[in-house]
């Protein structure tokens, strides 16, 4: 089982990758502002 750090700079490459910077910050703005149901 990966660790919590492991699992978040997987997580942050492949953002980074699909996304690109710019586009990986918004996402991530919009994760911490927004109430979401992430299991949907």
Not at 23 to 31: A, D, H
Request: net charge negative; proline share 0%.
């Amino acid at each position: 089982m990966a660790s919590s750090m492991e699992v978040m700079n997987k997580g942050m490459d492949c953002l980074l990758e699909k996304l690109g910077i710019v586009e990986t910050k918004q996402f991530i703005s919009v994760i911490i502002r927004e109430q979401f149901d992430y299991t949907k």
